[in-house]
């Protein structure tokens, strides 16, 4: 009984901060919003015993990921003027092809078999083994694409020269 109270909880959080995310006119708490997103899915992983997955959503997605997001709303929020909330004619026809898409995207993952149990179990030493070894270009890759958006943001808070 208590851990369907604490699922409905979680799913609760999660539901109401993905509302904010995308209904938030400041940008900054919209942010925030997703944080809390990202923190009720690490609990859900908790929830699910897959402690590892809880760890790395609040390492990489919280930890890095929203942080990289939060410093690039603070270097430009100046540049640009504040965005201009569509009529609700404009946000009907988004809404539809939004749940459109989801819709498709039930019906196709729904047909998909689940995955046959192999009965081995990964540890954290293979998987880590793992992360140094076969994975580490992906992550090589990532870090440029951070750097890169970091620069970026940088260029574009940078004063100009008249």
Do not use: D
């Amino acid at each position: 009984m208590l851990t369907a109270l604490v699922v409905a909880g979680c799913s609760l959080l999660i539901v109401i901060s993905a509302f904010w995310v995308v209904t938030l006119r400041n940008l900054f708490r919209a942010a925030l919003s997703l944080g809390l997103v990202l923190i009720g899915v690490a609990a859900v992983f908790i929830l699910l015993e897959a402690e590892f997955l809880a760890f790395v959503q609040i390492l990489v997605y919280v930890g890095a990921i929203l942080t990289l997001v939060v410093f690039a709303i603070m270097l430009t929020a100046k540049l640009q003027p504040a965005p201009s909330i569509p009529a609700f004619r404009h946000r009907l026809p988004a809404a539809v092809v939004s749940l459109g898409l989801f819709g498709l995207l039930a019906s196709v993952t729904a047909s998909l078999p689940s995955p046959a149990p192999t009965g081995e179990l990964v540890t954290l030493a293979s998987l880590g083994q793992q992360l140094v070894t076969t994975l580490v270009l992906p992550f090589e890759v990532i870090s440029l694409v951070f750097v890169a958006a970091i620069v970026g943001a940088i260029v574009l808070a940078a004063p100009r020269a008249p």
